[in-house]
């Protein structure tokens, strides 16, 4: 006998009928549904229902075509298994009825009225196109199905690129390319942003961190545009249906069913590109919202078991959306790590970012935790031993942790206070000198002990305003969100440079491009991983819309008028591109370790040394606006490849200054490469010399780049 | 729904041509047909012109063909993919695969050569 003819099994036939379907007892392990010889098997876990049956469906029938009660001898514990034979896989939808007692003080709240989607659904029908109106009184609304998963990677192989050598661009898959400017053939599809992976390399990144992907309801969003009436949407996803089921109306083929592999084949180009994946992910609640939301799945399985209850048996609420996952229990914690695992073995993704983490370390009674079970699981998993784990480490019940998130020295953050910083001081506060050079050297303050890749540095995200409305709203401009302007953040450290919202004025245009440029600098030239957010470089704008999760429309969409064409911002994405590139030839700024302020490989210089209008010399008081610091290239990614001498100096200040350079090495000499008050950059490795070696000129609101290499041609 | 399959040899090459849906009721005896064409002398057009829809079985039938092929040092091309066919294979994937020609006459041609 060969492998290729495998021994048939003695296990593939049935054992007896239930209401026409030949079935036997199934294997209790793995959770969801799996295709066996001759069958499906299909498992689910409820502690506390009395019976359960299986609801089969034909494909986008009405009503189920069979149910199927499991026999009691077909559970093992608290996990109905059984094995139908005889199921065209294709054409098939199931879920489950769980009867059980309806007791919300005692946390259960069965309802056997319902349908219930398998919380292991790799494959979800429902909402197969994009906003499409659906039945709104389906008795089973987001059917589970089978996928194939025979996808065919190839030799694909992780990038494996070291987190303190990302550069990420976050984006939203239907966003990217849903603008009719796109030019793709699948607009606002994975496939869409397959087709734009040539603008993504161009643009030099290597990682693209995706908001939800797993399946959500776009259409779960009851309020309209004031102003038009016009519907709004779920736009961003943070509001899971389904955590193993790709979104199915963000792919072109979702209408058939192919998702899975549609999304399989934006990895695969990605990595291929040199690109990794990141999923934003959200386990910090689900869809079933509260008390009063739909029961879909998790609510009418095991409702005590996923969500934190109060000892009344009311739903917690410290994600602001109506209800928390029990991350901590540990029935929960082996849901979440099967599916991040699912993620990371099936889809090849490279790394998550979990939204509103902090909550993953609280414990079943909401008390945050000093050894969280599940965050330690995470970080030691064998799967996921090389995923990147990104956390925003707060949440919405005051949980605030960005410097201390247990990390297990396997957890990155975001840096909300780079952010803050950064903003802060190039809109010309005072007194932020030391803190914006704490963090350009990758936040030792907070990440002590740990190395600069914990800190994830960005000046924008998805949540607020983009660069361009950063610079040209002094405040939030939300009407269009249907909450009278109240929603979104108010602490946005913006400025308008002179005037609110678009403007004409030649001198206003001229100061905000040069604030972006400058924000970009400290980004990318900062200690630790630069995130940039998708359309930033061109200088995308939500009209001072700084929460658009429900706006799909051009307010979000990214318009590629701005990038290409007769309309394109070339100078403001031919700059970025510079900055990156940059970045990228020079590990001087992507050390793992932070700087010490000393000299630890005998080059004669400091790794960081930090100065002001003066060498030497930095002017840490509350007044000054001005910070200069130069990184020693010998101690490139410690020591270990070679670089050149970077200067860096930002000037907040409105007032232009004479700059004394730092001394170099004999032989060497200051060239620039970049001034953000110059149109562009200049080309690597062509870095004119200084006309004076010692000083340099910098005009108001504006940074520069120096490299210190030797006086001849390189 | 069902699946016809005719077959004929044009010189040196053997086109297969399917009419139908493919899809998981169609695609496993489709694919017993199929399996007996490669590995034969000379080379396989398979001509879905007549094909309205493939399904993600369908689809996997194909690949499966293909990959037989592959293995024994056969190759077959497929022909006359409609524009939605040819939009599902692109965006799942599965166009990189296959060798694929518009046109059943190119395609002999070049098969002739």
Redesign the interface.
Known sequence: MTVEDLRERVDGYPTRRINGYRVRAGRPFPYGAHPVPGGITFSVYSDRATSMSLVLFERGAKRPVAELPFPPEFRVGSVYAMTVFGLDVENLEYGFRAEGPFDPAAGDRFDAAKVLSDPYARLVSGRDVWGAEPDWDDVYPYRARIPDDDFDWGDDTPPGIPTEDLVIYETHVRGFTRHPSSGVSAPGTYAGLREKIPYLRRLGVNCVELLPVFEFDELDNPRTDPRTGDRLYNYWGYNTVSFFAPKAGYAATGRFGMQADEFKSLVKELHRAGIEVVLDVVFNHTAEGNEQGPTISFRGLDNATYYMLTPRGEYYNFSGTGNTVNCNHPVVRDFVLSCLRYWVAEYHVDGFRFDLAAILDRAPDGTPLPNPPLLEQLAHDPVLRHTKLIAEAWDAAGLYQVGHFPNYGRWSEWNGKFRDAVRRFVKGDAGLVGELATRMAGSPDLYQGRTSSASVNFVTAHDGFTLNDLVSYNDKHNEANGEGGADGADDNHSWNCGEEGPSADPHVRALRMRQMKNMLLILLTSQGVPMLLAGDEVGRTQLGNNNTYCQDNELSWFDWGLAEGPTANTELLEFTRALIAFRRAHPVLRSAGHPTGSDRVGSGLPDISWHGVRAGAPDWSSHCRVLALMRCGRHAKDGTEPDENVYLAVNAHWEAHDLELPRLPAGEVWHLFADTSQAAAHPLGAEPALEHPGRYHLGPHSAVILVGRSAGPR | MTVKLTSRMEGAACVVALEGEV???TSGGLQAQLLPFIGQEGRVLIDLSGVSYI???GL?TL?IVHRRAQQVRARVTLVGLSEEVR??M?????LD?FEVTDDLDDALERAGG
């Open positions: 899809n998981s009721t399904s993600s079985a996997r690949l939009f599902v692109s965006a799942t994937g599965f695969f």
